[in-house]
């Protein structure tokens, strides 16, 4: 390879290589300002200031606050690493408490990681429907892993008289963020004790 041909593979990466970290730094920005200002009072215009871009470049990266929410929605979603909760689920996979406790974890990670963005989400979707259908689809992606998994289990399982869709709707009340931000900005709970209080939650409520 020439040293041309060097040089423009180099640029083409290095090119590469800043768009992504523009898209990282806008997204960052846009979850700070919908941190602090919440998503109704956040413009676009506000989010170039604070990433340091120009508008333009924000609408070329997402579109409007519509696709930079989702977008913001998307990575916070992969921070709660659902690799590690398959890997933990299928090392458990005859054994219904440590499933259960492999939820919960999942779920902790997510709204450890990721609570501001739920919320945010979840607000402006009042107002936006494309926003309210991804909020959603986010929680029906939740419960069908949940039915899969309550499915698996052997008959006698799950406590007598309770059928799969209650299961479902019990760890929903249980496991979600509103029970989350109480505990932890309320109550004073670290994380790592409601994961651990989920778990036997889950397992007192559901188990047989």
Partial sequence: MSE????RRYDSL???TQARETRA???RAARRLFDSQGWAGTTVREVAREA???VPTVYATYGNKTGLTRAVADSADLSADAPQMLAELEAAVANP?????????????LFERAGDIIMVM???????PELATAYRDGRERGDATRVQIFSSWPAGTLRRG?????????????????VYTTLTTERGWPPSRIEEWWGQALARELLS
Avoid: F, K
Avoid at 122 to 128: F, Q, T
């Fill in 122 to 128: 979840r607000e402006a979707g009042r107002s936006e």
């Fill in 14 to 16: 290095r090119r590469t």
């Fill in 52 to 54: 340091g871009v120009s």
């Fill in 97 to 109: 408490q440590g499933q259960l406790a492999a939820m919960a974890a999942y779920d902790r990670r």
């Fill in 4 to 7: 041309e041909q060097d040089r």
């Fill in 25 to 27: 730094e806008i997204a």
């Fill in 162 to 178: 309770l059928d799969r869709q209650s299961a479902v709707d019990i760890y929903a009340a249980i496991c979600n963020i509103d």
